[in-house]
């Protein structure tokens, strides 16, 4: 579904009242889920790598995966 007409997290599947984009894949995510991707050892990696990709040009970059102890 699009981004903004998603209605809960794709994630915890709490209602969004704020929504970003997962930095480890493609989810639609509450900032309850953002801050715990950003505590995550793997977030700096993930960050890297989609940097990587704007750099590329790769507009069909969807992250290194989601890090199981996230979902
Ligand atoms: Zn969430």
């Known amino acids: ?6 209605a809960n997290c794709d994630r915890c599947g709490k209602k969004l009242t704020v929504r ?8 639609t995510i509450c900032l309850d889920c953002k801050k715990k991707e950003e505590a ?19 507009g069909n970059y969807s ?7 996230l979902r």
């Not at 579904?1 to 998603?6: G, I, T």
């Not at 970003?20 to 989810?27: E, G, I, W």
């Not at 793997?42 to 590329?56: G, K, L």
């Open 40 to 58: 995550h050892p793997d977030y700096v990696r993930a960050r890297q790598a989609e940097r990587e990709a704007v750099r590329r040009g790769d």
């Open 20 to 27: 970003t984009m997962s930095m480890f894949n493609s989810d």
């Open 63 to 69: 992250g290194i995966g989601l890090p199981p102890d």
């Open 1 to 6: 579904m699009d981004f903004f007409q998603k």
